[in-house]
């Protein structure tokens, strides 16, 4: 859904359709994976969110649940004509809440591969420091989730984003998602300014013609 937002090949409405679809099917795994664990606890009767994995994982799905439809109506113009003073504001916000929303999701990963480890480990059913296969296989997932969370910040930071409506599209234009300028208000005015001339270059308001025929 990260990357889907740096694919310059499509219209950039298109482009940010389809990053919050795959946000809303995301959410609805989300769910249907807190439903199996919560459900698995109770017919083996193993306590919940007693482990830092727990903690780590239920905080982490609950707040991503929340800001996906949240930036999904505020982005998909679920809130028609009152949006832009919103998006503005809110844009900085929710690219910087992802970004921890991601290292939250990596460290529920990591604690859950360790933890299910350990598990193994306390009832003698895998012996950790004999090289065994097993921790063989707990070290190299461990370490691919890691070289993909760095690859991801990678492209974040290096592959360009169109801001604009796409026949206006300039060089300046392009800026990578974790720009520097990610967090001022001069990105936030940048992605309103984009969002306004994406409104005039797909079709005027019946204000903007209204004004238009003022002037």
């Given at each position: 859904a990260v990357v889907s937002t740096q694919s310059t090949g499509f219209d950039r409405k298109v482009n940010k359709f389809v990053h919050n679809a795959f946000h809303l099917v995301a959410v609805g795994f989300v769910i249907f994976g807190l439903y199996a664990v919560f459900k698995y606890h109770d017919d083996f009767s193993i306590a919940n969110l007693y482990s830092l994995h727990s903690w780590i994982?239920?905080?982490?799905s609950v707040s991503y649940i929340i800001w996906a439809l949240f930036?999904?109506?505020?982005?998909?113009d679920i809130y028609p004509k009152k949006g832009l003073g919103?998006?503005?504001?809110?844009?900085?916000?929710?690219?910087?809440?992802?970004?921890?929303?991601?290292?939250?999701?990596?460290?529920?990963?990591?604690?859950?591969?360790?933890?299910?480890a350990l598990f193994r480990v306390f009832t003698g059913d895998l012996l950790y420091d004999e090289y065994s296969t097993e921790s063989w296989v707990v070290n190299v997932m461990c370490l691919?989730?890691?070289v993909a969370l760095l690859f991801l910040i990678y492209v974040l930071y290096t592959v360009p984003r169109v801001l604009v409506a796409p026949s206006k599209i300039t060089a300046s234009d392009r800026q990578p998602i974790i720009a520097k300028e990610v967090a001022t208000a001069e990105?936030?005015?940048a992605a309103a300014k984009a969002e306004e001339e994406e409104v005039i270059y797909e079709s005027m308001t019946e204000a903007s013609t209204s004004n238009l025929v003022q002037q």
């Amino acid at each position: 859904a990260v990357v889907s937002t740096q694919s310059t090949g499509f219209d950039r409405k298109v482009n940010k359709f389809v990053h919050n679809a795959f946000h809303l099917v995301a959410v609805g795994f989300v769910i249907f994976g807190l439903y199996a664990v919560f459900k698995y606890h109770d017919d083996f009767s193993i306590a919940n969110l007693y482990s830092l994995h727990s903690w780590i994982g239920i905080i982490t799905s609950v707040s991503y649940i929340i800001w996906a439809l949240f930036s999904t109506g505020v982005f998909q113009d679920i809130y028609p004509k009152k949006g832009l003073g919103l998006r503005k504001w809110y844009l900085p916000l929710h690219i910087v809440g992802g970004m921890f929303l991601l290292f939250g999701a990596f460290f529920a990963i990591e604690t859950g591969i360790i933890e299910k480890a350990l598990f193994r480990v306390f009832t003698g059913d895998l012996l950790y420091d004999e090289y065994s296969t097993e921790s063989w296989v707990v070290n190299v997932m461990c370490l691919a989730v890691l070289v993909a969370l760095l690859f991801l910040i990678y492209v974040l930071y290096t592959v360009p984003r169109v801001l604009v409506a796409p026949s206006k599209i300039t060089a300046s234009d392009r800026q990578p998602i974790i720009a520097k300028e990610v967090a001022t208000a001069e990105l936030g005015e940048a992605a309103a300014k984009a969002e306004e001339e994406e409104v005039i270059y797909e079709s005027m308001t019946e204000a903007s013609t209204s004004n238009l025929v003022q002037q």
